[in-house]
């Protein structure tokens, strides 16, 4: 995978398994051959290895922010900001949905 510009789909479905299943083989279908396929049951422990952060502390500087919304124009930004044609020396951009009441939380 070095020197490809790659995207990174990560989830977890806590549900019943056959609509789990069907979400994943909808997502699939939809995006076409993975790189790397990790999608699998797993115990409940086991959901904190989904986004395969590091276990140890690492040389590296990280930033996050809160956004209420993904739209066109944040998605744009995003790429213009650390894109393949970006030239940003950024080695990961990462977007994490986060759920529950924190979304609400974010519109007040």
Do not use: N, W
């Amino acid at each position: 995978m070095r020197g490809k510009s790659l995207v990174a789909v990560r989830g977890c479905y806590c549900g019943e398994l056959d609509d789990g299943k069907s979400l994943i083989e909808k997502a699939r279908a939809a995006l076409g051959p993975a790189a790397v396929d990790t999608f699998a049951v797993m115990p409940a422990a086991g959901p904190a290895a989904i986004s395969l952060d590091p276990v140890d502390p690492r040389g590296a500087m990280s930033h996050s922010e809160l956004l209420a919304a993904l739209s066109p124009d944040v998605i744009d930004a995003l790429v213009d900001l650390a894109g393949p044609e970006s030239g940003s020396p950024l080695v990961m951009l990462e977007i994490r949905q986060l759920g529950g009441a924190l979304p609400a939380r974010l519109r007040r």
